[in-house]
């Protein structure tokens, strides 16, 4: 498709404006996890930029 882009700079712009930043949230969900929080990690399967190639051994690192 001629007109598919991976991110979109006014979306992100209007993130960056709300401080609603990207930050690494592995260490919170391993904390949840710890405590026995039970949680649902979904990946698109088609999805470009969160698919599920790595998702197997990312989950895999955050399991207690």
Do not use: H, K
Request: include cysteine; charged fraction near 10%.
């Amino acid at each position: 498709t001629t007109n598919f882009s991976s991110c979109n700079m006014e979306v992100t712009t209007r993130f960056r404006i709300s401080f609603d930043q990207i930050f690494p949230t592995q260490y919170y969900i391993g904390a949840l996890l710890e405590r026995g929080v039970r949680a649902l990690i979904y990946v698109g399967a088609n999805d470009w930029i969160c698919n599920w190639v790595c998702s197997p051994s990312c989950i895999g690192l955050l399991a207690p």
